[in-house]
């Protein structure tokens, strides 16, 4: 996975007023999740824009609360690639990676990002895009090829998660589809459904009728 470099200030004021000064301003509210895991109740020293976040009656994650500016994250989101983020929280470095973005639905704009904090040895999940490989069999003989999952799921270390997931397609057939299920990646475990189906060879008008001529 690609490596990225990313500045962000903490965040100490809520709400819906002050995440609107924040855009005007240029930056953007973001939430890093996923930190260390405490107990409850939690007396131990929180960072500037650092929280307490509930699991259960006696168990806590420390999030926190950061703004990242517009220009340094453009390309981090209008990208197919990934990343593994190096955050440099005031001095503080934090290894993240990108789990959520929301975005105004009508002007398109980044309203809000989510981070996930990549602990050590502890395994994360996110979505990696997909990579159609080789020459399928069925596109030979007519047939179209069509991707219905740009991206997947996958649940791995963050060293082991790869940028692009392949998918050889040389023997797929006419009308024959691959699913999650039939994809397998050492070190990964793919979390999509079993049967949702990744890449499919389309029957085309022209191939029905070779083949209702054969």
């Not at 209008?78 to 934090?94: A, C, S, W």
């Amino acid at each position: 996975m690609k490596k990225f470099q990313l500045s962000a200030a903490p965040r100490t004021e809520g709400g819906k007023k002050a995440a609107k000064a924040l855009r005007a301003a240029g930056s953007i509210p973001a939430v890093i999740n996923g930190g260390k895991l405490v107990e409850l109740p939690y007396e131990g020293a929180l960072a500037e824009g650092e929280k307490v976040v509930e699991i259960d009656s006696k168990r806590g994650i420390i999030a926190a609360d950061i703004a990242v500016k517009n220009e340094d994250v453009r390309k981090l989101i209008y990208t197919p690639d990934i990343f593994e983020i190096e955050l440099d929280v005031n001095g503080k470095k934090r290894t993240v990676v990108m789990k959520e973005i929301q975005f105004q639905p009508v002007k398109d704009t980044v309203l809000h990002i989510d981070f996930l904090e990549v602990t050590p040895g502890k395994p994360i999940v996110m979505e990696v895009p997909v990579q159609i490989e080789g020459h399928a069999e069925g596109v030979k003989a007519g047939g179209k090829l069509t991707l219905s999952m740009r991206k997947l799921r996958v649940k791995a270390l963050v060293d082991q998660i790869p940028e692009r997931l392949v998918v050889n397609v040389d023997s797929l057939g006419l009308g024959k589809s691959l699913a999650v299920g039939d994809l397998h990646y050492e070190g990964l475990e793919l979390m999509n459904a079993k049967n949702a189906v990744v890449c499919a060879v389309q029957l085309t008008r022209a191939a029905r009728g070779a083949a209702a001529k054969a």
